[in-house]
């Protein structure tokens, strides 16, 4: 199966890392210094301007603009089959943009080029089973039943990275500032998280900290001090005001 990328940003980028090796892909874009870029970091692809009034006929397209680029495309044809990464953007708005015989939205995260994304998924049942394939090849997949959903889901697996990365850093801070170096306290955060995972795979997330967390031990006194500070509250506004702004960008 091929798959046609319009965009070649650092999504577009993480996608084909992790999907080169099972499909053909081919990478249409604007830029073409960065398309260069492109093929000599993944030798395997093929790389083409994106021309005005571009035929995608009968292609599986994988598109990869930002939200607010959706207006400036110019295509020709219909395409077979449109899988659309962009936040926020309605189904309805897709279609009357680019025409294509069944549309898919979806949300990977950039732990695609690591074959590790979280993807969600929604849109047209024909296309259910080649979604979850598709993307199944860079991680795990969820299918959501609305549009609402996947709108939420931006806000915890698209934007979850950027959240956790800050979770990261400020933790391995704390460890600077008590006296580890810099590069212990990142080797012990990038352990944390992947045992971390791996305990969320198979417990709640409420199980596992009743689980480290002694009566009067040191856990219970540094997450008193993150109560203490809203922590709890910051990431759940942290995700409304993310799918909020999904919303906001689905209209421009």
Same mark, same amino acid.
């Given at each position: 199966?091929?798959?046609?990328?319009?965009?070649?940003?650092?999504?577009?980028k993480a996608l084909i890392k992790g999907l080169v090796s099972s499909y053909e892909i081919e990478v249409l874009g604007r830029n073409?210094?960065?398309?260069?870029?492109?093929?000599?970091?993944?030798?395997?692809?093929?790389?083409?301007?994106?021309?005005?009034?571009?035929?995608?006929?009968?292609?599986?397209?994988?598109?990869?603009?930002?939200?607010?680029?959706?207006?400036?495309?110019?295509?020709? +044809?219909? =395409?077979? %089959?449109?899988?659309?990464? *962009? @936040?926020?953007?309605?189904?309805?708005?897709?279609?009357? /943009?680019?025409? &294509?015989?069944?549309?898919?939205?979806?949300?990977?995260?950039?732990?695609?080029?690591?074959?590790?994304?979280?993807?969600?998924?929604?849109?047209?049942?024909?296309?259910?089973?080649?979604?979850?394939?598709?993307?199944?090849?860079?991680?795990?997949?969820?299918?959501?039943?609305?549009?609402?959903?996947?709108?939420?889901?931006? +806000?915890? =697996?698209? %934007?979850?990275?950027?959240? *956790? @990365?800050?979770?990261?850093?400020?933790?391995?801070?704390? /460890?600077?500032? &008590?006296?580890?170096?810099?590069?212990?306290?990142?080797?012990?955060?990038?352990?944390?998280?992947?045992?971390?995972?791996?305990?969320?795979?198979?417990?709640?997330?409420?199980?596992?900290?009743?689980?480290?967390?002694?009566?009067?031990?040191?856990?219970?006194?540094?997450?008193?001090?993150l109560e203490k500070h809203n922590v709890r509250y910051a990431m759940i506004e942290a995700i409304e005001v993310a799918y909020q702004?999904?919303?906001?960008?689905?209209?421009?």
């Open positions: 199966m091929k798959l046609t990328f319009i965009g070649n940003g650092n999504m577009a073409k210094s960065s398309l260069e870029e492109l093929q000599k970091e993944i030798p395997n692809i093929s790389t083409n301007l994106l021309k005005e009034n571009e035929d995608i006929s009968n292609k599986n397209i994988i598109l990869c603009v930002k939200p607010y680029s959706l207006a400036q495309l110019s295509l020709s +044809g219909t =395409a077979n %089959s449109l899988y659309s990464v *962009l @936040a926020g953007t309605t189904i309805e708005s897709l279609s009357n /943009a680019i025409s &294509a015989k069944s549309y898919i939205r979806t949300m990977p995260n950039l732990a695609a080029s690591n074959l590790k994304s979280m993807t969600t998924i929604t849109g047209d049942e024909s296309l259910k089973q080649s979604a979850i394939e598709i993307f199944n090849a860079i991680g795990s997949t969820l299918w959501l039943k609305s549009e609402k959903e996947i709108d939420i889901a931006t +806000g915890l =697996a698209g %934007s979850g990275p950027a959240f *956790l @990365a800050l979770v990261a850093e400020s933790l391995e801070d704390g /460890a600077v500032n &008590a006296g580890l170096t810099r590069a212990d306290a990142q080797t012990l955060s990038a352990g944390l998280f992947d045992g971390f995972s791996s305990l969320l795979q198979n417990d709640k997330a409420s199980n596992i900290k009743d689980g480290v967390m002694s009566p009067g031990g040191t856990t219970a006194a540094g997450y008193a001090v702004k999904a919303l906001t960008l689905g209209k421009k």
